[in-house]
């Protein structure tokens, strides 16, 4: 299909990454439960954002300039690191009454999860490592095949995020009747991205 060696086979791939537990699984989660499908949605978007970028920098050749040059690599693998632990620092430290660390309108929803998704460089990485597993060299036609990969991903990722946002948010009205259920749950998404945010630092 457009030079996109075995289609199924790719979709498949995606659908299995999208579920591995991540900060961007995460995003959603917090998102929803805090905004509801507005800000869940919000989030799904920003999501989208940060992986086209992400994408077409892989396709650019940024991954090769990351790896060449380790310290550019390492910067802006602490630079993501840090903004994971700041966000899920915030919210271990939130007090009841305090704003929320993700703010309710969802603009604010799409940027959190635009950086938590564009601040991981290996993602580059991945996708310049992913990309030729399914791209076929006799039918291959240049951006064109990139572009389909890119669009089947933000498709999938939109579609994706819907089911786990109206999930989220049919499950946060079965707590909202306990605010201490919320606040737990806040505190452990602070100590999940917090862990996040290590892993991505001291990964290899």
Do not use: C
């Not at 999208?18 to 900060?23: K, M, N």
């Not at 940060?50 to 630079?79: E, H, K, S």
């Not at 993602?123 to 095949?145: N, S």
């Not at 089911?163 to 499950?171: D, E, I, P, R, S």
């Amino acid at each position: 299909m457009l030079g996109v060696a075995d289609y199924g086979a790719f979709v498949a791939a995606i659908l299995i990454f999208l579920a591995i537990p991540g900060p961007g699984n995460l995003a959603l989660i917090t998102s929803t439960s805090k905004g509801g499908i507005p800000g869940g949605l919000g989030a799904t978007f920003g999501i989208i954002a940060g992986d086209q970028v992400l994408m077409w920098a892989a396709v650019a050749g940024v991954a090769t300039l990351l790896v060449t040059y380790p310290q550019a690599f390492t910067a802006v693998q602490w630079l993501g690191a840090a903004y994971l632990a700041w966000l899920g620092f915030r919210m271990l430290i939130a007090k009841p009454g305090d704003a929320p660390v993700l703010n309710i309108e969802p603009r604010h929803y799409f940027k959190q999860a635009f950086f938590i998704t564009l601040l991981n460089p290996k993602a580059i990485v991945f996708y310049m490592a992913f990309f030729p597993l399914f791209v076929d060299p006799a039918q291959h036609r240049g951006m064109l095949t990139f572009g389909v990969m890119a669009a089947t991903i933000a498709v999938l990722t939109f579609l994706y995020g819907l089911v786990a946002v109206l999930l989220t948010h049919f499950l946060a009205e079965r707590m909202r009747a306990n605010p201490r259920i919320g606040r737990v749950l806040e505190k452990l998404a602070g100590v999940f991205l917090i862990g996040f945010g290590v892993k991505l630092a001291v990964s290899k």
